[in-house]
């Protein structure tokens, strides 16, 4: 059984290796992979599109563990939830909104309220959930737990979207870029459909209007669109940080003329 | 069986991962649990505090090796204790200080001198005793070994301790920064019990008078105290870091007036 | 098992997760360690020395895996190969070709172009090889699976080279820095025999007479060589960042008089 952890507590303190050590006192066998620590403090949707990204390539019946808990301690709630075979633990506040997402053909997520304190450590801190109550109930989870144990089911838990691209006249778009990677890639809420063939992306003052398939075909210098691994459209140069260059950051937005507006 | 790493070491370089080599070439079934490869440089007593943090977070029987360790190669002492049920390697500089200390009540701690070449790589590097001596004497204790086989039992070994608080006056304290964690919150060695109901503390030119339970508690923008996970007081802001807007850094002085100085 | 990573992903993005996801989906049973993933973006040689430097510390049949990879999705190959008794996949852009040199008096490196897409992920991005060919095939192979089954034996695999020593009149050499490490230790291409015992070494306006065993023997403030844990002369400060002190960087010269060009 897997746990995966994704957190904005950084590698610096000690707090991730807490965690695990409480995951490991519960579930000795289960296996822990890092997906990201290095989300920016407090930023929900940045942790919800990097869950998104790579639930899927794990396991069926993985547990996900993501704690970006800026309300911990105060009423906001704990929940646990089922989607696409995956599990999912954290504080309910956004960070499962894109895995728990009702897709069409798929059946709906399974969310349940985590409020069963046998499944905690004692006492449960005001500041550290993830230690206390996260890290435990994905253990007791990875243990054999049914979900229903961890505690009422609910329907009403917080839902944030990705940004929804809006349409800008009759053939343009205005699209958001949820994520700069450590290449400086920007990555957009563009899918490649939405590109038609002579689009023209504007971006902080700069054009694009070549898409590329690889990173190596762009010519040196030059700003290029790529479909990436996520499925969206990327802004990116070949070996230089396309953010850099652009200064741009996650939310910025971003004008296409000629996309396709009603895919 | 699980074996922990704290260092020194950052994770640009290859000598984590040289250690976990040695250690699963000795133990293939160990699992290995960083809990900070980012200690600052040489900073013995911020291990120290990391170790003492985290170290009761899991099971009994784990082995934890502290590698921050300026002198290596030079006559400082390799050491390896039991205290608690946990398991201690490091250099004998302090690493292991706060874990040793006897507790009233409980049995001492037992520490041993390591010199049992038998333990060790060949030839041993006299500037990479975590891959040389202290991953492979950890990985043996992993395989069970007995502590009394890697050397002399030993009293004297390093004991170096948290800054204490000092009385200021009859009423006020002075206290120290022992740690800034990611968020920049500010862990003091302060505890809830030195504080009174009308505390004031100082900090760097500002004012702290407010005790919160939780980080969303706090008024935005406001300094308040909160006991932190470590089960000391930190001096916090909501969303924000409380350290860069203080400028502060480990090893500060902090005044308290109307502490419990008696405590 | 063990599959080690080594990347220029770094850790912010959940990449690396997702390679493991992907591992572990194929090989539940394998041990997977990070060697590093702050490789300099792009910087092959860089990853060539880090495997260099780490590999024969882990079990012999370790799989190590190294993406660094700027040329992904074009023409260039990827490729599998197996020296002293340890396994190997990358890309054919050079970050193996330390690890796959033919020693004097071992057997020849056995390499082959991994070409068999049955072991790929479906479909295969056009960006993000690790995931969809590297990840598999290492998976692949700690399962079980033939060297032979990747593909066809080549061996035109790309070679590039540590620096080598040039000459410098009679008794002296031109000198790289290979690496730079968290602590600033200036890691070069000389060896300990590569030092006469009133060596000189020049290096950014600099000059270096000392030879130390370990870094506590270096007087506050001098820089000094040292053999260092690589087998490699590093120049270095006790406690303090020799690269900082000289504002240097891999790839820069340094000079030594006096050298034993003959070695």
Do not use: W
């Amino acid at each position: 059984m897997i746990i995966t952890l994704t957190t904005d507590f950084g590698v610096k303190d000690p707090y991730v290796g807490i965690m695990k050590g409480v995951i490991l006192g519960i579930a000795p066998d289960v296996e822990i992979v890092d997906l990201s620590h290095e989300i920016r403090s407090y930023d929900v949707l940045d942790a919800a599109f990097v869950l998104k990204s790579s639930y899927s390539y794990f396991p069926a019946g993985t547990i996900h563990v993501g704690v970006i808990d800026p309300g911990v301690g105060s009423v906001r709630r704990a929940i646990a939830g089922l989607a696409n075979r995956h599990y999912f633990v954290a504080p309910d506040n956004g960070v499962l909104s894109l895995v728990l997402d009702t897709e069409s053909g798929k059946e709906p997520p399974q969310v349940h309220h985590i409020s069963n304190e046998r499944l905690f450590r004692t006492p449960v801190s005001r500041t550290f959930h993830g230690r206390d109550i996260f890290a435990p109930t994905a253990a007791h989870l990875a243990r054999g737990t049914p979900l229903e144990s961890v505690g009422a089911s609910i329907g009403d838990f917080v839902r944030r979207a990705i940004p929804k691209l809006t349409p800008l006249g009759r053939t343009g778009v205005l699209a958001t870029v949820l994520h700069v990677d450590k290449f400086g890639n920007i990555i957009t809420n563009l899918r490649r459909d939405h590109l038609s063939p002579h689009f023209r992306i504007h971006v902080a003052g700069s054009e694009v209007t070549r898409l590329c398939n690889t990173f190596s075909e762009a010519p040196p210098g030059e700003l290029v669109a790529i479909e990436g691994s996520t499925g969206f459209i990327e802004i990116a140069l070949d070996q230089a940080s396309a953010a850099e260059s652009l200064n741009i950051r996650p939310g910025a937005e971003i004008k296409v003329e000629t996309a396709r507006v009603n895919y």
